[in-house]
C-alpha cells in the first residue's frame, strides 16, 4: 500500500483518467474534478480503464465533484484539462492549495506554468509533463491505447526535492513510468516539439502520421515544424541541441501508421481547438525572438477557422 497522500486530478480525461485510476487503485486518496456525463458515470459506477496493453481496471468508488471546494486542501494537484481552461482552472482550484501543495499541469504548452506561478507563487509549481494515448471512450471509462504511461516531472531550479522523490515512489509503485527531470524546462520544449509538429501536420492535413511522413512534400512540411518550433526555443534560452529536430524525425517513423493527435481528433469532431498554444504560441514566441515561423503560422490561419469549434461556416 502506497504513502496515502492526497491528490486531486481536475479533469479526467485521458490523461487524469489513467494516472488517477492507476494512483487510487494503487491506495492513493485520489479525487477528480469533472463534468457532464463522465462526472455522472463516475458518480455512479467509479472508473473504468480499457487498456490493450495491462487490460482492464476498475475502481469501483472514486471521489469525484465538479466543485473543487468540496475537496480541500490536498498534497498534490494535476491540472489536466485543455491549455484554454487554464486561467479559469487556476482561479477555480485555489481552495485546493495550502502553503504545502504543489500544483502541476499536465498540459501540453509551454506557457502554462507561468500562468501558474503568477497565482501561487514559484514555490507551489513544479513542472510535468506526460506521455499517454488514451481518450474518453465513453463516459465512466477511459480507454488506454499501447504501453505508455510515462511520467516525468521536476523542479524549476534542477534539485531533486523531498515533495518530488514521493510523488516518484507513489507512481512508480502504482506501475507507473516516473521520472524526475534535472532540466524540466527543457523536457517540457521536447514534447512540445513533437506535439506542435504531429498536430499541425496530422490536424492540417486531415491524416493520420502514415501517409505524412511517407510523402516527399507532407514530410518536408513535417520536419519544417519541427525546425521551427526548435529555433524558437533556443531563441528563449531552452537547452535543445541545434540538431534535435533531426534527431527527433525518426521518432515519428516508429510511430504507428494510425498515430494522430487529439487535435486531428478535434477538427474532425468539430470540437474547439488548442492550435493558439500550439503552432499559434509558436508564432507568437517566434515574433517576439525575431524567429521566423511561416509553417506554424500557416497551421494556425488554416485552422483559424475551426479554432473555437463549429461557427457560422460549419452550420
Known amino acids: 500500500m502506497l504513502d496515502p497522500m492526497k491528490i486531486a486530478f481536475v479533469g479526467a480525461g485521458g490523461v487524469g483518467g489513467v494516472f488517477g485510476a492507476r494512483l487510487a487503485h494503487a491506495g492513493c486518496d485520489v479525487s477528480f474534478v469533472a463534468r457532464g456525463a463522465h462526472l455522472a458515470a463516475m458518480q455512479a459506477g467509479g472508473l473504468r480503464l480499457e487498456s490493450d496493453a495491462y487490460g482492464p481496471l ?7 465533484t465538479d466543485d473543487p471546494a468540496t475537496i480541500g486542501l490536498v498534497d498534490y494537484v494535476f491540472l489536466a484539462v485543455k491549455l484554454w481552461d487554464t486561467e479559469a482552472v487556476a482561479a477555480a482550484i485555489a481552495p485546493l492549495v495550502g502553503p504545502a501543495t504543489c500544483v502541476m499541469s499536465l498540459q501540453n504548452g509551454v506557457m502554462k506554468d507561468d500562468i501558474l506561478r503568477d497565482r501561487f507563487g514559484s514555490g507551489s509549481v513544479m513542472g510535468a509533463v506526460v506521455y499517454v494515448a488514451s481518450h474518453i471512450a465513453r463516459p465512466g471509462v477511459v480507454a488506454q491505447t499501447g504501453p505508455m504511461q510515462r511520467f516525468v516531472f521536476g523542479e524549476h531550479d534542477g534539485r531533486r526535492s523531498p515533495r518530488a522523490e514521493r510523488l516518484l515512489e507513489a507512481l512508480v509503485g502504482a506501475g507507473l513510468q516516473g521520472e524526475i527531470s534535472d532540466d524540466i524546462r527543457r523536457t517540457i520544449w521536447e514534447k512540445y516539439v513533437f506535439v506542435v509538429a504531429l498536430s499541425g501536420a496530422t490536424a492540417t492535413m486531415r491524416s493520420t502520421i502514415g501517409p505524412i511522413r511517407a510523402h516527399p512534400q507532407a514530410r518536408a512540411f513535417l520536419l519544417e515544424l519541427l525546425h521551427e518550433t526548435v529555433a524558437v526555443g533556443r531563441a528563449h534560452g531552452v537547452r535543445l541541441p541545434e540538431n534535435f529536430a533531426d534527431e527527433r524525425l525518426p521518432f515519428f517513423d516508429a510511430l504507428p501508421a494510425a498515430a494522430t493527435s487529439s487535435m486531428h481528433h478535434d477538427v474532425e469532431k468539430g470540437n474547439r481547438l488548442e492550435v493558439s498554444w500550439l503552432s499559434g504560441g509558436v508564432a507568437q514566441l517566434g515574433r517576439a525572438a525575431g524567429v521566423p515561423t511561416p509553417a506554424n503560422r500557416v497551421v494556425w490561419d488554416i485552422l483559424a477557422l ?10
Not at 58 to 64: A, D, G, I, L, Q
Not at 306 to 315: F, N, R, T
Request: glycine share 12%; net charge neutral.
Open 306 to 315: 475551426h479554432a473555437e469549434g463549429p461557427g457560422p461556416l460549419d452550420k
Open 58 to 64: 476498475h475502481v469501483p468508488r472514486v471521489t469525484v
